[in-house]
């Protein structure tokens, strides 16, 4: 299609498109992470974050600029997860900003709102790295001020879109773990899909037929299809949702899984699946309801054909069981956790903010706590020192900003601390301080559970918010973190060649011990940690390891350190064997 202009429906369809298009290639953005952890989720968390957009979207009833503005960027701020998604949201937020008041777009307007959009998330990050999301969205915003004369849009989004994959292939060569790992950046690529999706509306093309086919960097090592992800979660059901609705669920989970239980209970739907595509899931989910206790255990597929045989559903796969009498209304909780990078809240506008509002009374304390959490024995020791609302789940799915908010107003204080414990979900922690108007939100930028841990201890009841923050600001930062999993695919990382289902302990900036042998790897992790001026070693033992093996690697830790004291404590953690710290 050639055009000088864009209409408020041709670009709602384009954004739509995009969004499809990201969401079909989410598996392959996750595979691109550098880590080679059970968590590497950049792809799950773009498309999570811009299909609470597209949700917005497909609800508006008066379509124009200003509608569809308001909708992508109130619903993908709210909905945004991980670093990656809050990026995504702030180019969002940035790009609608400029096209709001205009009925239709031409290429001037168009290339000022990608200035716009670049511009807002650079600022959301203190300190950005290049090689990233955010280069390939410079460089698109740059290519469109070179061709903003073009003939046509049609010229116009070919020209940004062959430069943004250009861009998006270099990005090895700006990051040195890009390119030892034999991969381009993953956010990049998802912002490339998007555009090329968004292409694909515009022109009634196919972008692989004109474009290349995006693929890892030269040497990339994707894995196999062999990991099949056991799946369950909550979802408490939109207050439209009908019978229908149930089914159409059901239909879905037999499509994209195995060993299928749907039970309906009453306010809520308990999920669990067996799928090689759990984002998939946990999106579809999306579109019937809030989500909360999202838990994702990997299996090789050859483990999972006993596993169904022994504990096959009654009443088969994909049914609904309903219950006798309706539940008692759950009270939800929120949804999943992460931490702090060196990122920082965009600088607030009002004209923007959609003011979270609650009921007008007056706190009953000064201050309160949020914490997010990944485990049963690491819940218990958060509610145990003080903390108000808990943000549930694995490590698998981040939290995103509305959660974050709605745990916030469960907080009865004045003040609310909140402590992501992961480095992949401060941006989110932030965008919810820039949203909540009528409580001060004070975010600790605690990138581990230790760290978070930590922080709570230090916390002192009679003195004021603002020294409360430094007191805490200061003692995470001497505390040192190592988390021990197991790797999915075969990659280098820091001069260590790093084998499938090699036990993996990572430190708070790199690798530091790869084995075969969780305890002894563990241990190997613990050396590189600890130095002269340790004092603690706490320890934290996930839920695939036996009590009685944890309670033997303390004590060989405590033989080994003589002058240190070892504490042992139940995190109950998924993926991760053993959460440690050294302080």
Excluded at 141 to 158: G, H, I, N, T
Excluded at 517 to 534: G, P, R, Y
Aim: aromatic share 6%.
């Amino acid at each position: 299609m050639q055009s000088n202009n864009i209409d408020a429906q041709t670009l709602a369809k384009m954004f739509l498109a995009g969004a499809k298009r990201l969401e079909s290639c989410k598996e392959i953005i996750n595979e691109l992470n550098v880590f080679p952890v059970p968590d590497g989720d950049t792809g799950t968390n773009m498309s999570l974050t811009i299909m609470s957009a597209v949700n917005e979207v497909e609800a508006i009833t008066d379509m124009n600029m200003a509608t569809l503005s308001k909708a992508i960027s109130s619903g993908s701020l709210r909905g945004a997860r991980g670093n990656s998604g809050v990026i995504l949201s702030q180019l969002f937020r940035g790009f609608t900003k400029v096209i709001k008041d205009s009925e239709e777009l031409d290429m001037d307007v168009f290339t000022q709102a990608l200035q716009k959009a670049v511009e807002t998330a650079y600022k959301a990050v203190m300190k950005p790295k290049e090689g990233t999301i955010l280069t390939v969205a410079r460089g698109v915003a740059e290519r469109a001020l070179a061709v903003e004369d073009a003939e046509d849009f049609d010229s116009y989004f070919k020209d940004i879109i062959y430069y943004a994959e250009e861009v998006l292939q270099k990005t090895p060569e700006m990051l040195p773990v890009l390119k030892e790992a034999g991969v381009v950046d993953s956010g990049g690529q998802g912002l490339l899909e998007i555009l090329k999706g968004g292409y694909e509306a515009y022109s009634g093309e196919n972008a692989d037929e004109i474009f290349e086919v995006s693929k890892p960097a030269a040497g990339a090592v994707v894995k196999d299809k062999i990991i099949t992800y056991e799946t369950s979660l909550t979802v408490f059901k939109k207050s439209s949702f009908g019978d229908d609705d149930g089914s159409a669920l059901s239909e879905y989970l037999d499509a994209y899984g195995t060993g299928v239980k749907l039970n309906d209970l009453g306010d809520k739907l308990s999920v669990s699946v067996f799928t090689e595509e759990p984002g998939r899931i946990v999106s579809k989910c999306l579109s019937f309801g809030s989500i909360d206790d999202v838990v994702i255990k990997p299996w090789d597929k050859d483990e999972i054909t006993p596993v169904l045989e022994e504990d096959k559903n009654p009443l088969g796969a994909g049914t609904v069981e309903k219950p006798a009498e309706p539940a008692d209304k759950p009270i939800p909780v929120t949804s999943e956790p992460d931490a702090r990078s060196e990122e920082k809240a965009p600088a607030a506008e009002s004209e923007e903010k959609a003011p979270v509002k609650t009921e007008k009374k007056e706190p009953s304390k000064e201050m309160g706590f949020v914490a997010v959490s990944c485990g049963k024995g690491l819940d218990e020791i958060f509610i145990s020192l003080g903390v108000d609302s808990l943000i549930t789940g694995g490590q698998t799915m981040n939290p995103s900003t509305d959660d974050m908010i709605n745990a916030i107003d469960k907080v009865d204080a004045k003040t609310v601390f909140i402590l992501p414990n992961n480095k992949n979900i401060i941006l989110a922690a932030n965008q919810a301080q820039y949203l909540v108007e009528d409580k001060e939100i004070i975010v600790i930028p605690t990138k581990t559970i230790p760290q978070g841990i930590t922080a709570l201890i230090t916390y002192m009841n009679d003195a004021t918010p603002s020294d409360n923050e430094t007191a805490m600001n200061d003692a995470i930062s001497r505390v040192k973190t190592g988390q021990v999993t197991y790797a999915v695919r075969d990659t280098s990382i820091g001069g260590m060649s790093i084998q499938k289902g090699n036990i993996m302990g990572i430190g708070d900036h790199e690798i530091l011990a790869v084995g075969t042998v969780v305890e002894d790897t563990t241990m190997e992790m613990l050396e590189k940690m600890i130095d002269d001026e340790s004092e603690i070693v706490s320890i934290y033992f996930g839920d695939e390891v036996d009590e009685e093996i944890a309670n033997d690697f303390a004590a060989n830790v405590e033989q080994k350190y003589p002058d240190i004291s070892v504490e042992l404590h139940s995190g109950g953690q998924p993926i991760y064997y053993y959460i440690v710290s050294v302080e």
